[in-house]
């Protein structure tokens, strides 16, 4: 064979290779049309407003540049802005024309013809859509943190409520020591706020511009890729091209922590279930929160609660769901195909669950009485006895402890109390277990043996003496109040963004026609 230095015609096993280059012909298969595209469609309704605004921050930012003619530019905004008008219902998304971002491009195209082809300088379609996605998360993180920061709130001032509402606390179900349920009740608003907080930090990661990434590797069109940024309200813009276009990391961690807010409401929502029953009667759920049954007319359900439990499993599920899909090479879709309309609705999810906790919050009725029963009758207060006995008599702390243990078994064999012990008691134990004698033989015990002045001495940082208590609900009222102000401060300065945005399309296509008058 010759070589003439040019390239030779391609051999008849490779000639069918080149079917792969180039746009597909023809329209796409129904299979593909009922599974993908339907499910991309079908997140339209997230993603539509968002799209909205990315497209005409791109066309302003490339008719600043002069890439885009001023014709054309006019055109394309006063089609956009007609979009913005119209509701993702009726706007034509048709799975049949592909994903929402190719219906769009028909729909445009058939308005205004070849002059939408603009839209699609220096920027492929998932540029738009990764926008959109971000657009929409950052809203609902924002309304997420609210919703966490007023449940917070609700928790807090519950707990103050009850402050001094005696209540024996629980491991196991069994009786632990003596506590009140305002001590109880606060230390769910800790894990809240904490989450609320990693919410926040996640909305950073979101809150940042993918915009001016080209396909993987920049765009020579887009110099300056602060200008789309600040357009559509970030804080600014990705740094890296690569990481703009395929990194889902900080998706990931707002549905972790979104997980991990509704797993603290499940704890919660499956104590208070327990003991909202006849067995327990501590407290009772609010009668719009319950639901009857439709056959046994006694029957009261604690209906909420279930909806709290089985989103936080729900949560669960689309957590590991993701982290599934995200395992694919980089560079690939798949993980961000099913991002559009997971993370948003599991968001949303995670936003009406914690409404609804604090909606059972607020409305609970607390049994003081029952708690306060159940109290007195148990035996919550023999870690504080076998403490005295191990100061008092100078005994190891293990020795005090099987002692008391012996005095507890005893007094539960005949139907005593905790309250009921006494010296004599004590004594009997001590000759039994080691053959020695105390000298608690008609002491005063009355003091050691109550549960409240038991709580009352819980004096520490974070103990459940009434005033601590207090000082935690306040703290926590405090931090809920500033996350709340965080969060409505976003998005009162989102909202002025967007409608800025929009406001500057109208003047755009104002400007343009006085120029051309």
């Not at 997980?259 to 409401?265: G, I, P």
């Not at 009772?284 to 609660?305: C, E, H, W």
């Not at 689309?318 to 995200?326: I, K, P």
Request: charged share 25%; with cysteine.
């Amino acid at each position: 064979m010759i070589d003439n230095g040019l390239p030779s015609a391609p051999s008849a096993h490779h000639r069918g290779g080149l079917d792969r280059l180039g746009p597909p012909m023809g329209g796409p298969a129904q299979e593909l049309i009922d599974s993908g595209f339907a499910l991309e469609n079908a997140d339209a309704p997230l993603l539509h407003t968002g799209l909205n605004l990315a497209d005409i921050a791109h066309v302003i930012d490339l008719h600043e540049r002069g890439v885009i003619p001023h014709a054309a530019a006019e055109q394309l905004m006063r089609v956009l802005l007609k979009a913005v008008r119209t509701s993702a219902e009726d706007f034509p998304y048709d799975p049949a024309f592909g994903e929402p971002y190719n219906s769009r491009e028909r729909y445009f195209t058939a308005q205004i013809g070849s002059d939408a082809g603009w839209l699609h300088a220096g920027r492929p379609r998932r540029e738009a859509v990764r926008i959109a996605l971000r657009l929409h998360v950052r809203s609902v993180l924002e309304d997420l943190v609210e919703d966490a920061a007023e449940l917070a709130h609700a928790i807090a001032t519950v707990a103050a409520e009850h402050s001094r509402t005696w209540l024996p606390d629980q491991t196991y179900l069994q009786h632990a020591q003596p506590s009140t349920f305002g001590h109880y009740l606060v230390s769910f608003a800790y894990p809240v706020l904490r989450d609320a907080e990693r919410l926040m930090d996640a909305f950073e990661w979101v809150n940042t511009s993918p915009g001016g990434a080209g396909c993987v590797n920049g765009s020579r069109l887009l110099a300056d890729r602060s200008r789309v940024a600040s357009l559509l309200g970030f804080e600014g813009f990705i740094e890296h091209t690569r990481d703009a276009m395929w990194q889902i990391d900080g998706l990931i961690a707002a549905l972790s922590h979104a997980s991990s807010l509704l797993t603290t409401q499940s704890k919660l929502a499956e104590d208070l279930e327990i003991w909202a029953s006849n067995e327990f009667d501590y407290v009772t759920i609010a009668d719009g929160f319950s639901r009857s049954s439709v056959l046994m007319p006694q029957k009261r359900n604690p209906y909420a609660l279930s909806i709290i439990r089985g989103a936080a499993g729900t949560l669960i599920g689309r957590l590991t769901g993701f982290l599934a899909v995200s395992k694919s090479p980089s560079a690939r879709s798949d993980n961000l195909i099913y991002a559009y309309g997971e993370i948003p609705r599991a968001l949303d999810l995670a936003r009406r669950t914690t409404r609804l906790t604090s909606g059972v919050v607020r409305s609970l009725t607390v049994n003081a009485d029952q708690m306060w029963a159940a109290l007195e009758s148990g035996f919550s207060q023999a870690t504080d006895l076998a403490e005295f006995v191990m100061q008092t008599c100078h005994l190891d702390y293990r020795t005090a402890y099987q002692v008391v243990g012996i005095a507890v078994r005893e007094a539960s064999r005949e139907g005593l109390r905790g309250i009921d012990l006494d010296g004599a008691r004590l004594e009997a134990a001590a000759q039994q277990h080691a053959g020695i004698s105390l000298g608690l033989e008609g002491q005063d015990l009355s003091d050691i043996l109550d549960p409240r002045h038991i709580v009352e001495t819980r004096t520490l940082a974070g103990g459940a003496a009434p005033p601590v208590v207090e000082t935690m609900a306040a703290e926590c009222v405090k931090k809920a109040k500033s996350l709340r102000d965080r969060a409505r401060a976003q998005r009162t300065s989102f909202e002025q963004a967007e409608a800025a945005l929009v406001a500057e399309a109208g003047d755009f296509i104002e400007g343009e026609s006085d120029d051309r008058s």
